[in-house]
């Protein structure tokens, strides 16, 4: 939420004394209710502010979104082989990105913005952002698998930092594991099983740093929150 003033100002309107002026004069529609409060609060993703009649809209805003992805979808702008694009799934009106990837078979947290800021250091390792994912691997998993995945395993080569591993669930069909990690290797969590000899045959990702997937449905999405936001930009 943010003020009606600031919002206005954001949107070239004018200083915020001179938009308190406007606002008093009657001229601005939240939501096409005539709006005469200063102070007054607006919800900035998701209100509609006119001027006069005329629609406003912040100049160059950067948009934070996640979506639950489902599997069956890639996380590219466009496929070569035509398969379905999480773009499909997000109907903003600014063009958001992807931020890193996810397997065409893997579901769940995905972020998306056009702030390549952002995405650069969720991404890069240095800023060990600790990505949660669930996965699901077939047959028994033995307290010593486990060790080596949380003391680092060999993948394409090169040892994979320590990792958090939990084992939440063993069954007769297999085991669900959740693995915490920070590098964002290409398929790391699935080269981390193979490594130790297990296939995941589902995997889904859970969390980014303070960013969680909660209750979002699959296939849905959400402006993120100011807390998320205000985590974000103190990464
Ligand atoms: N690790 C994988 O193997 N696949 C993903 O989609 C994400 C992490």
């Not at 008093?24 to 509609?48: C, H, Q, W």
Request: aromatic share 6%; net charge positive.
């Amino acid at each position: 939420m943010i003020r009606l003033n600031k919002y206005m100002a954001d949107c070239g309107v004018g200083s915020r004394r001179s938009c308190d002026k406007i606002i008093a004069e009657n001229r601005v529609k939240v939501n096409r209710k005539p709006v005469s409060e200063l102070g007054y609060m607006i919800n900035e993703f998701n209100d509609t502010v006119t001027v006069d009649g005329k629609k406003i809209t912040p100049k160059n805003k950067n948009v934070y979104i996640i979506l639950h992805k489902p599997k069956g979808y890639v996380t590219t702008v466009k496929d070569e082989k035509g398969r379905k694009t999480v773009m499909e799934l997000v109907d903003v009106k600014t063009r958001v990105y992807p931020v890193g990837r996810l397997d065409y078979d893997t579901e769940g947290l995905l972020i998306m913005t056009n702030d390549g800021d952002l995405t650069y250091k969720l991404t890069h390792p240095k800023y060990e952002v600790t990505k949660k994912y669930i996965a699901r691997v077939e047959g028994d998993i033995t307290d010593s698998q486990l060790d080596e995945l949380r003391r680092g395993v060999v993948i394409d080569g090169k040892k994979t930092a320590p990792a958090g591993v939990t084992l939440l669930e063993k069954n007769d069909e297999g085991c669900k594991i959740e693995l915490a990690i920070h590098e964002g290797r290409n398929h790391q969590v699935k080269k981390m099983f193979e490594a130790i000899g297990k296939q995941v045959v589902f995997l889904k990702r859970t969390e980014m740093g303070e960013i969680r997937l909660g209750g979002l449905s699959r296939g849905k999405w959400r402006y993120l929150n100011e807390k998320e936001l205000n985590y974000l930009k103190n990464i």
